[in-house]
T-cell receptor, first 111, second 118 residues
Framework: AQKITQTQPGMFVQEKEAVTLDCTYD???????LFWYKQPSSGEMIFLIY??????QNATEGRYSLNFQKARKSANLVISASQLGDSAMYFC????????FGSGTQLTVLP | EAGVAQSPRYKIIEKRQSVAFWCNPI?????LYWYQQILGQGPKLLIQ????????DSQLPKDRFSAERLKGVDSTLKIQPAKLEDSAVYLC????????????????FGQGTRLTVV
């Protein structure tokens, strides 16, 4: 079974600054992937970005990018130029046999 | 493209009563998930279907929870009898497939059913 760990229960960032949300994974499967989802207070789960274990480059999607370090088994989400609308819970998740989620990080963007 | 539909959105029941949730996944999605999300926590997988077969139900409390996915499309999740600790949001999600991991395993979520057991 795989395990996803998010060690930051809460993070604060000033508007327009960048922030990094941590995610580490524990899997023995050589083929894996990692998703990041955003969950605003309204409750819906919004897909942000995906990284495959065989991808040669770090994934990027607009203001979102992944700092993917296979040796450290980490896939940290970087949000550049934070906006007030980025305030939400952020979850790291990995599909293996099951789609497993971490415990999440509550990000608050300060004006 | 229509998203994942769930009903009801909200449900309040007394402990020991039964309740059922319904999910209609995105058309063509073979994999369907039911998650339980307690306030402030990450979603916990209850059961994963591939078409109409169960891939994983290791975290489903089978003494009180049951789920089915007839004909590999719609799914229902039932709790009988409910306990206070079952109060949570129940999320249904679907993906084109569950494995091997790539973009086709991206899960699309419904809006969830918020269950309150009193």
């Amino acid at each position: 079974a795989q395990k996803i760990t998010q060690t930051q229960p809460g993070m604060f960032v000033q508007e327009k600054e960048a922030v990094t949300l941590d995610c580490t994974y524990d899997t023995s499967d050589p083929s894996y992937g990692l998703f990041w989802y955003k969950q605003p207070s309204s409750g819906e789960m919004i897909f942000l970005i995906y990284q495959g274990s065989y991808d040669q480059q770090n994934a990027t999607e607009g203001r979102y990018s992944l700092n993917f370090q296979k040796a450290r088994k980490s896939a940290n989400l970087v949000i550049s130029a934070s906006q007030l609308g980025d305030s939400a819970m952020y979850f790291c998740a990995s599909p293996c046999r099951q789609l497993t989620f971490g415990s999440g990080t509550q990000l608050t963007v300060l004006p | 493209e229509a998203g994942v539909a769930q009903s009801p959105r909200y449900k309040i029941i007394e402990k020991r009563q039964s309740v059922a949730f319904w999910c209609n996944p995105i058309s063509g999605h073979a994999t369907l998930y039911w998650y339980q999300q307690i306030l402030g926590q990450g979603p916990k997988l209850l059961i994963q279907f591939q078409n109409n077969g169960v891939v994983d139900d290791s975290q489903l409390p089978k003494d009180r929870f049951s789920a089915e996915r007839l004909k590999g499309v719609d799914s229902t999740l039932k709790i009988q009898p409910a306990k206070l600790e079952d109060s949570a949001v129940y999320l249904c999600a679907s993906s084109l497939r569950g494995s091997p991991p790539d973009r086709d395993t991206e899960a699309f979520f419904g809006q969830g059913t918020r269950l309150t057991v009193v």
